[in-house]
């Protein structure tokens, strides 16, 4: 397969650390953090506006709510709702308040409508106290899995019975039979990322059960059977690459982030990009709560 070369869709010096890609279709937009600066940013597909909002404090995703106009995010803090017009955010509460050097770091949204978000210690090096979580519609939340050094990329198989979750320094990229009411069992490892591959990270399911996985360190996107085997690669000109998810009215663009932290010589580094892998993905399901 013949993929387009990247485009670079947003720049401006670059995200320190670009994350929490989401594509919302009601707003025709894609939304991301940077995490380390502390900002929303947003790019409107239809008229190409990029948008910021200025958080109070490190913000590693955003999700949509059923039937609203606003947004539950993950903060340092924890979980919270988020109003854009006018901007206003609302603690839910936090997961860890006895783990404080932890910050909640990529989420997604099952099909059920539960949140399923991970955390991680944010010092350096970082220690094995991350943890996955559930926020249920109600606003309860309840820890799943424990013993992570850095949560990443929550995504599900398109019948929803399986939730893939990684450890990105462990290299590895587990699944999990998820059941109806919620609970996780059998984990197991689906992927584990050669030391050339880099590190998994952020990732996101297509339309016929594959995953698309960002390489930090490795500057590409993959994409794996549900076997586990890489099919194919897409390389990017930022080596830090942090996350995908597939938009547009036909969910048929691939938009990925990508990190400058720490990095002096990559002139892209922090870029969001697009490319047009030939597949498509899977519609967001919203937070039910």
């Given at each position: 397969m013949?993929?387009?070369?990247?485009?670079?869709?947003?720049?401006?010096?670059?995200?320190?650390?670009?994350e929490?890609l989401?594509?919302?279709?009601?707003?025709?937009?894609?939304?991301?953090?940077?995490?380390?600066a502390?900002v929303?940013?947003?790019?409107?597909?239809?008229?190409?506006?990029?948008?910021?909002?200025?958080?109070?404090?490190?913000?590693?995703?955003?999700?949509?709510?059923?039937?609203?106009?606003?947004?539950?995010?993950g903060?340092?803090?924890?979980?919270?709702?988020?109003?854009?017009?006018?901007?206003?955010?609302?603690?839910?509460?936090?997961?860890?308040?006895?783990?404080?050097?932890?910050?909640?770091?990529?989420?997604?949204?099952?099909g059920?409508g539960?949140?399923?978000?991970?955390?991680?210690d944010?010092?350096?090096?970082?220690?094995?106290?991350?943890?996955?979580?559930?926020?249920?519609p109600?606003f309860?939340?309840?820890?799943?899995?424990?013993?992570?050094?850095?949560?990443?990329?929550?995504?599900?198989?398109?019948?929803?019975?399986?939730?893939?979750h990684?450890?990105s320094?462990?290299?590895?990229?587990?699944?999990?039979?998820?059941?109806?009411?919620?609970?996780l069992q059998?984990?197991?490892?689906?992927?584990?990322f050669?030391?050339s591959?880099?590190y998994?990270?952020?990732?996101?399911?297509?339309?016929?059960?594959?995953?698309?996985?960002?390489?930090?360190?490795?500057g590409?996107?993959?994409?794996?059977?549900?076997?586990?085997?890489?099919?194919?690669?897409?390389?990017?000109p930022?080596?830090?690459?942090?996350?995908?998810?597939?938009?547009?009215?036909?969910?048929?663009?691939?938009f990925?982030?990508?990190?400058?932290?720490?990095?002096?010589?990559?002139?892209?580094?922090?870029s969001?990009?697009?490319v047009r892998?030939?597949?498509?993905?899977?519609a967001?399901?919203?937070?039910?709560?």
């Amino acid at each position: 397969m013949t993929v387009p070369a990247p485009e670079v869709i947003a720049h401006a010096g670059g995200d320190h650390l670009g994350e929490g890609l989401m594509w919302c279709e009601r707003r025709n937009a894609v939304f991301w953090v940077d995490v380390l600066a502390r900002v929303l940013r947003c790019y409107y597909l239809g008229s190409g506006q990029l948008r910021r909002w200025a958080m109070p404090e490190p913000i590693g995703w955003i999700v949509e709510r059923a039937g609203r106009d606003d947004f539950v995010i993950g903060l340092k803090s924890g979980f919270a709702t988020l109003t854009l017009e006018p901007l206003a955010i609302t603690s839910i509460g936090s997961p860890e308040p006895d783990r404080p050097h932890n910050r909640l770091n990529d989420a997604k949204v099952d099909g059920a409508g539960r949140i399923w978000a991970g955390s991680k210690d944010e010092r350096e090096p970082e220690q094995p106290i991350g943890a996955l979580y559930r926020l249920d519609p109600g606003f309860a939340w309840s820890r799943h899995d424990d013993h992570y050094r850095c949560t990443n990329g929550p995504t599900f198989s398109p019948d929803g019975k399986t939730l893939y979750h990684t450890d990105s320094f462990a290299r590895t990229v587990f699944a999990f039979d998820l059941s109806n009411d919620g609970q996780l069992q059998n984990k197991r490892s689906f992927v584990r990322f050669h030391e050339s591959w880099g590190y998994p990270d952020g990732m996101t399911t297509d339309a016929a059960g594959f995953l698309w996985v960002a390489h930090w360190g490795g500057g590409r996107v993959s994409r794996f059977a549900p076997n586990g085997t890489m099919v194919e690669s897409i390389a990017l000109p930022a080596s830090q690459i942090t996350n995908c998810a597939f938009a547009g009215v036909e969910l048929d663009r691939l938009f990925i982030t990508s990190a400058a932290v720490g990095i002096s010589n990559e002139p892209l580094a922090g870029s969001l990009f697009e490319v047009r892998p030939g597949v498509r993905g899977l519609a967001p399901t919203p937070f039910g709560g």
